[in-house]
């Protein structure tokens, strides 16, 4: 028969194996980057699949950090809000960046959730508030981590059907 000590000290033993597995060792702030972009660009109708299309962002030419790149998104599922669908349309996306610079070639991928709140009285046009959260990347992204903010206006009306963004956050990853 195995004693309390016995029992505590394997089990002790066990979570001390166990947590540090669980246990990442921080990113140094050299294998991460600050990233800021503003602008503007069209949306448009995207094929995502043969037959299937969504809204989404093609690729857009922005500058993450230190490195140049294309931005583009693409709409995962769409919701209204609201008892008569006249509320915020909750949104979930998927946002990919790749890098252009032969020097440092790469990709990130996220997946994110925005509000895209009534922005006055044309209902074709909201305020978008997004949370990208990185989930996978190629290149000097790989192993990559870390979250953007989002902050804009989508106008989905004929003549402007357009994206207006304030992007920023933080990038990770094994290149950087």
């Known amino acids: 028969m195995k004693t309390p000590l016995k029992i505590t000290s394997l089990m002790a033993i066990t979570l001390m194996l166990a947590g540090s ?3 990442s060792a921080a990113r140094p702030s050299s294998r991460c980057m600050n990233v800021f972009a503003e602008g503007s660009g069209n949306l448009a109708i ?3 699949a043969p037959g299937v299309f969504t809204l989404g962002f093609p690729p857009t030419a922005v500058t993450f950090g230190n490195v140049p790149g ?5 709409v995962t599922s ?3 809000s609201g008892s008569k669908g006249q509320g915020a349309q909750h949104i ?3 946002h990919t960046f790749v890098s252009t610079d032969p020097a440092r070639l790469g990709s990130f991928t996220t997946t994110d959730r925005a509000v895209c709140a009534p922005a006055g009285k044309d209902p074709a046009v ?5 949370v990208l959260t990185i989930v996978s990347g ?3 992204f790989a192993n990559a981590e870390g979250s953007l903010r989002n902050h804009g206006i989508i106008n989905l009306n004929p003549d402007a059907f357009s994206l207006t963004y304030s992007i920023r956050g933080r990038v990770c990853g094994d290149g950087l």
């Open 21 to 23: 597995a669980w246990v």
């Open 70 to 74: 294309l931005l583009s998104s693409v």
């Open 138 to 140: 190629t290149g000097i």
């Open 78 to 80: 769409l919701q209204t």
């Open 126 to 130: 909201c305020r978008v508030n997004d």
């Open 92 to 94: 979930t996306l998927e």
């Open 46 to 48: 995207i094929e995502v």
